[in-house]
């Protein structure tokens, strides 16, 4: 196949894009599947290591109704994500259609919490406490327990025993606006370079870099004595084992 055939959006990118809109998000795993799928299906030529380019082909013709296909990080395995990004609308606004404007003031309140926190999560007791402080309508609690539920059904926050995360679908989609509205919070990881919120911090005051734990994992895996890879002290924290990512992991 030629360069000028190759960067042609075909029946194949249109039939991997109609699924992203469906899904919003996937996993690297399962998007090469895909690909080698839409392929197949559509009698075109399949290249393993393609994916970034059949993927930049149809980010090409998504450009001008701002739109993008965008890469990212799961802070809770380090598994690599793809999701289907609107870039013109970068405010928790976009999600109007689906949300009530007290609802939204409180999804803006729990990615206050979250991002404002050391460990990069949120318990339900503080985001409870939170809706007494809204604006607008104040939420009922069964009404908060019944939000939370759908931003975690929507992908939108995670959930583990009472405490919330953002989720790679939320950290994808609103890199922009978290961005924005705590500039002076928010770090990237040193490794990935991925925004970092659920992540260990380098103790030496002058340094106090980030890492995502998956991101430790595979780093410090097999060095006899972890040492910040910035300013070279003492690593202090417990360097956890690798997790093998399961092909359907939470988002």
């Known amino acids: 196949m030629s360069r000028d055939m190759s960067q042609q ?10 699924c992203m809109m469906t899904n919003g998000i996937m996993d690297e795993q399962r998007a090469q599947t895909l690909y080698k799928h839409c392929c197949e299906t559509q009698n075109t ?3 393993a290591d393609q994916l970034e380019s059949f993927i930049d082909t149809i980010n090409s013709k ?3 109704m701002f739109m993008q296909i965008r890469k990212g990080v799961s802070e809770d395995n380090g598994q690599q994500y793809y999701a289907l990004v609107n870039m013109a609308d970068t405010d928790i606004t976009r999600m109007s259609s689906d949300y009530a404007d007290n609802e939204l003031e409180l999804f803006r309140k729990t990615i206050d919490l979250i991002v404002g926190s050391e460990d990069g999560k949120a318990s339900s007791t503080d985001i409870l406490n939170s809706a007494d402080t809204l604006t ?4 009922k609690k069964s009404e908060t327990e019944h939000l939370l539920n759908r931003l975690v059904h929507d992908q939108w926050l995670n959930e583990k025993c009472g405490e919330y995360t953002l989720s790679t679908r939320c950290i994808i989609e609103m890199e922009p606006y978290i961005r924005t509205m705590h500039q002076e919070q928010v770090k990237v990881c040193q490794i990935c370079h991925n925004i970092a919120l659920q992540s260990q911090i380098c103790e030496n005051p002058v340094c106090g870099i980030k ?3 998956p991101c430790v994992a595979r780093y410090f895996k097999g060095r006899s004595e972890p040492r910040c890879p910035a300013c070279d002290d003492f690593w202090p924290h417990e360097i956890p084992e690798i997790r093998r990512p399961r092909s359907q992991s939470r988002k």
């Open 136 to 139: 607008s309508k104040k939420l």
């Open 211 to 213: 890492i995502h734990t």
């Open 9 to 18: 959006m075909g029946d194949s990118h249109r039939r991997l894009l109609q």
């Open 45 to 47: 030529q399949y290249n």
């Open 62 to 64: 998504l450009q001008p």
